[in-house]
């Protein structure tokens, strides 16, 4: 039987539900988020897919992945060598276009033999698909036993405030060498590497339908106006103008 060059398939969450194990495929995988939010763990980073976007895991790269309550995902499966797609993991905005293709493609039955149409149609979307824009929404981690120590809490806990001067008094160093190795392990400063965890929780979260005021709680900020400022200023938008411009795609 002839070999699709792409297949997608639809998946819906009904909890919170998480691969525990990492795994990978011979061919590349991109999940595309229409509602609700997936983040994927892979070697030294952890990647958001917030609604109307797409991560991309190129082929062979071992991974996890746990998608929020309410979900719905398209997967879709591309065979290696043909697409123009990124080397390493991304963040992709999905058009309306392509994200419409990726529907239509998982409506229809992959097990039978692929006819012309359908490969026409793979064909357009591949095209489309290498030209969407990527987004760096990712946290940076690393196996540096300090590194992980610290970014394992603030996973776990992403309200601790515990300083750098404080990590550096635990982990027995000097808050310059500590800071001089996060920035040189994630290419942040602390205050930028804990932030952008900040962002990726909030995202989550707040496609998960968690109010403004309980996400800014679950982070530890003073204030909701606090917890806007950083999210306008990393996104340009407040989370409200964000959304509200996500919703406007579907």
Known sequence: MFEQSAIALQVETQKD???HLAHRHRKG???????GAVTCEVAEALWLVPPQ???????????R???TVNALLFFLFIEPGVAV???????????PLVREMIRYLAAKDHTSSSDSATEKLVALLLEHLSDAPIEELHFPISGHPKIKRISDTLIADPGDRTTLRQWA?????????LARLVENSTGLTFGRWRQQL?????LSQLAEGQPVQTVAGNLGYDSV??????FKKALCKSPTQYFSSLSKLT
Do not use: K, Y
Request: aromatic residues 4%; contains cysteine.
């Open 53 to 63: 976007h797409a991560v991309w895991i190129p082929g062979m790269t071992a991974h």
């Open 17 to 19: 539900d998480a691969e």
């Open 29 to 35: 995988q991109l999940i595309l988020s229409l509602h």
């Open 85 to 95: 797609m990124p080397d390493r993991c991304c963040t992709v905005a999905i058009s």
């Open 65 to 67: 992945c746990r998608a």
């Open 169 to 177: 008094d635990r982990l027995a160093t000097s808050e310059r060498s």
């Open 225 to 230: 106006n606090a917890f806007i400022t950083m």
């Open 198 to 202: 900040h962002l990726m929780i909030a």
